[in-house]
Each structure stands twice: as structure tokens, then as C-alpha cells.
């Protein structure tokens, strides 16, 4: 159980562009998802909270209108860069909470590695 | 301001022998430390947690030891397997902010045959 899938797993695109990230919980329901960063040899960076039927919640320095997220039901949150550039390139993962032993352990999908050229 | 800190970059240790990977918090309102195993282009895969009303869980041959006063966690793996060698992120998190987690830096599993 606790399986979270990411679509698509990798994707290049050109400078402008905007490219979209799907991230679902595929046998439970998550009201909250999180979206990470993650650079060559660094660490996560959460760079923000998606909860459903709200806004998001963005990490300092993250800009909101460049990350759009979008949480429109229980399994499903979206992540879309938009105007892509260069230095957007990274491996961006999502996560879904769902509680385990009484606590709110979050759960991994496999990740997107956006190329911007 | 890293609140959670894996001060090893790296470990290589033998098969068969004990793998012990270190975290260090300076947060005192986290509660809920959880730790994660990585491997190249793929998302972290949950390993094992442990709530700070205790000082130790065991899964298997993962164990972890909390030490609140000290505020440090260790990950125990043994026997360590080949399989194992991939990257472990300790997180941690203050169950009253939203369940955000705040990672280590990874530290790098190297287990030889």
C-alpha cells in the first residue's frame, strides 16, 4: 500500500515553455501532497505544501506564479512550471501523506527530471 | 540554518557487518523522525520511523535509536547487504506544522561483497 506514482517520469523541453507534472496516490486518498526540489548530490528541498481544495503553500523563496499547484482531488496534485528555463532543469518529486501506526508518514513517488534546453 | 544534519557524506562498510548512519536535529519541536532510502533518479523509499515519546524501533535488520537529549538519531542496519548501498536521508518533523518534513543532507551507503 501507500503507492504514489509521478507522470512523466522525465521530460525536456524548451526555454519558454511551460511543462506540467502529474503526482497521485494511487490506493489511498492524501489531502496533503508536497513538492520537493532536489540537485545533484543535495539534499529534498520542499518547495511547497499542496492541500485539496486550497491554495498552496509555498517555502520561502519559491516563486508561486513560476510553480503553479494545483490539487484538485484526493489522489491527484499538479505542479506546472511555467516560462521554463535553463536553471529550472532538476529532479522534482512529489510526496502524499497518509497516516501509518498513528502518525502522518509521507509517501515518494519516483520523480520527474526536467531537462530545460 | 540546517536543522537537520547528516555529517557523513559517506560510509563503506562490509558485508554481512553493521551499517550505522548518524543524524543530528537542532530543532527541539520535532517529534516524528523518519528515515528514507534512495537510490539515482528514483524518489525516497520509506524505511523506518520513530516517535520521540520513544528511543527505539526495529523493522527487521533496521533499527533506529533516538537520543532526545542529545538530539540525535541513528540508523542501525544488520546485517548490511549489497543491496542496501543507495543514499539514507534522515527527516524529521513538528507534527503540529503541517507534517512538513525537514531532510538531512544524505549520506551515501556503500556496502562491498
Known amino acids: 500500500g501507500a503507492v504514489v506514482s509521478q507522470h512523466p517520469s522525465r521530460v525536456i523541453c524548451k526555454s519558454g515553455t511551460s511543462v506540467k507534472i502529474e503526482c497521485r496516490s494511487l490506493d489511498f486518498q492524501a489531502t496533503t501532497m508536497f513538492w520537493y526540489r532536489q540537485f545533484p548530490k543535495q539534499s529534498l528541498m520542499l518547495m511547497a505544501t499542496?492541500?485539496?481544495?486550497?491554495?498552496?503553500?509555498?517555502e520561502q523563496g519559491v516563486e508561486k506564479d513560476k510553480f503553479l499547484i494545483n490539487h484538485a482531488s484526493l489522489t491527484l496534485s499538479t505542479l506546472t512550471v511555467t516560462s521554463a528555463h535553463p536553471e529550472d532543469s532538476s529532479f522534482y518529486i512529489c510526496?502524499?501523506?497518509?497516516?501509518?501506526?498513528?502518525?502522518?508518514?509521507?509517501?515518494f513517488g519516483p520523480g520527474t527530471r526536467l531537462l530545460v534546453l | 540554518d540546517q536543522q537537520v544534519k547528516q555529517n557523513s557524506p559517506s560510509l563503506s562498510v562490509q558485508e554481512g557487518r553493521i551499517s550505522i548512519l548518524n543524524c543530528d536535529y537542532t530543532?527541539?519541536?520535532?517529534?516524528?523522525f523518519l528515515w528514507y532510502k534512495k537510490y539515482p533518479a528514483e524518489g525516497p523509499t520509506f524505511l523506518i520511523s520513530?516517535?520521540?515519546?520513544?528511543d527505539k524501533n526495529e523493522d527487521g535488520r533496521f533499527t533506529v535509536f533516538l537520543n532526545k537529549s542529545a538530539k540525535h538519531l541513528s540508523l542501525h542496519i544488520v546485517p548490511s547487504q549489497p543491496g542496501d548501498s543507495a543514499v539514507y536521508f534522515c527527516a524529521a518533523s513538528d507534527s503540529g506544522n503541517t507534517g512538513k518534513l525537514i531532510f538531512g543532507q544524505g549520506t551515501t551507503l556503500q556496502v562491498k561483497p
Open positions: 530543532n527541539s519541536m520535532f517529534d516524528y
Open positions: 520513530i516517535s520521540s515519546i520513544k
Open positions: 499542496s492541500n485539496e481544495g486550497s491554495k498552496a503553500t509555498y
Open positions: 510526496s502524499a501523506s497518509h497516516f501509518r501506526g498513528g502518525k502522518e508518514t509521507q509517501y
